[in-house]
């Protein structure tokens, strides 16, 4: 007789942190490219995000997910698709005496 069932982890704790979101009501498009977008609006939507995600009590957890999740699009945690490219492949550095 089994006495003890493994039920799988729920999902909605992994993910709660999402309900403390800054930019929980703000329209997404600020946060994921038009698709016609110049140089210049995309940099003014990316600063504005990125003040949205400055004031942001989860900003910490929105970074680690991304980072670790590999998401290519969009703003997360303040950090465009090219930061987390840039941060994926710069070294760690553990100490620095
Ligand atoms: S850090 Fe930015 S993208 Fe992430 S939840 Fe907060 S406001 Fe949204």
Wanted: aromatic fraction near 6%.
């Amino acid at each position: 007789m089994r006495t003890h069932i493994q039920l799988p982890r729920p999902v909605t704790d992994a993910y709660d942190w999402q309900l403390r979101s800054a930019c929980r009501d703000v329209d997404t498009e600020l946060f994921f490219s038009a698709r016609r977008e110049n140089p210049q609006q995309r940099q003014e939507r990316q600063r504005l995000a990125k003040d949205i995600c400055n004031s942001c009590p989860v900003l910490a957890q929105c970074r680690q997910y991304a980072l670790s999740s590999g998401e290519e699009h969009g703003i997360w945690g303040a950090m465009t698709e090219a930061d987390r490219r840039r941060a994926l492949k710069s070294p760690v550095v553990d100490d620095v005496a």
